[in-house]
């Protein structure tokens, strides 16, 4: 039985891998930050663990993993999904918000990866699948900071697969498009039409449609698979 801890957990892409990994007989433990309703809703429907942390704090994030840890009694697989977006012009942005974004999107990762390629080096084993976007690949106008980040995503994973590589630690990134999620429930019927026209499949994703990527890549089908950037995008992202 695998045992999986997946950050962002309580809703949408993170969510429906909890639901995914749970489905097929895993250990999930998840980390929320904030919607207390939402993550007792996903644990009740799941049986996953949840645990309540603020990922951009790096003492609270080698807590959280600490208590997932426990709980599960070890790990085999980290799905760093937590993330948080900051719409608005470049030279209206506040150093506030640039650092929050970045501190969730990227530093989380970050905290919660090292916490676990230590545990991971120890057993010779191990997966991280980090959930970017496609505006990480192409960048988007009014999100400067959400694209810097995802961006961001891209190298750390990058870097992990080489150092990490040689210890049988495999470490992957999936760049989700524009998926049916609430962070993308600030658009507008409009918006939603012209993003579908950007879109070749001419749709917008399902969060399923992601865990299921996940889960394949962390899954000893995708055994020869790490350092990949993969979009589930629809082909929004050429």
Do not use: H
């Not at 990994?21 to 930050?33: G, P, T």
């Not at 990762?109 to 496609?134: E, L």
């Amino acid at each position: 039985m695998k045992k999986v801890v997946v950050t962002g957990g309580s809703r949408g892409i993170g969510r429906a891998c909890v639901e995914l990994f749970s489905e097929n007989d895993c250990a999930v433990a998840f980390i929320y930050c904030s919607n207390d309703d939402a993550a007792e809703d996903c644990a009740e429907q799941t049986g996953a663990y949840p645990i309540k942390a603020d990922l951009s704090d790096p003492e609270e994030a080698q807590w959280a993993y600490d208590r997932a840890v426990e709980y599960l009694g070890g790990i085999d697989v980290l799905v760093n999904n937590a993330g948080i977006s900051e719409s608005g012009l470049v030279t209206d942005m506040t150093d506030d918000a640039w650092q929050r974004v970045i501190n969730t999107n990227l530093s989380a990762a970050f905290y919660m990866s090292r916490a676990a390629a230590k545990t991971f080096v120890g057993k010779q084993s191990g997966t991280i699948v980090n959930v970017g976007s496609v505006w990480g690949r192409c960048g988007a106008s009014c999100e400067a900071a959400y694209s810097a980040s995802k961006a961001g995503l891209r190298g750390l994973t990058l870097s992990m697969a080489k150092e990490l590589g040689p210890s049988g630690i495999r470490v992957n990134c999936v760049e989700p498009g524009v998926i049916d999620t609430d962070m993308n429930a600030c658009y507008d019927d409009d918006d939603l039409d012209a993003l579908c026209e950007e879109t070749p499949l001419y749709r917008i994703g399902d969060p399923a449609e992601v865990a299921e990527l996940v889960y394949f890549l962390a899954s000893e089908k995708a055994s020869f698979i790490t350092a990949q950037i993969i979009g589930v995008d629809g082909g929004f992202g050429i």
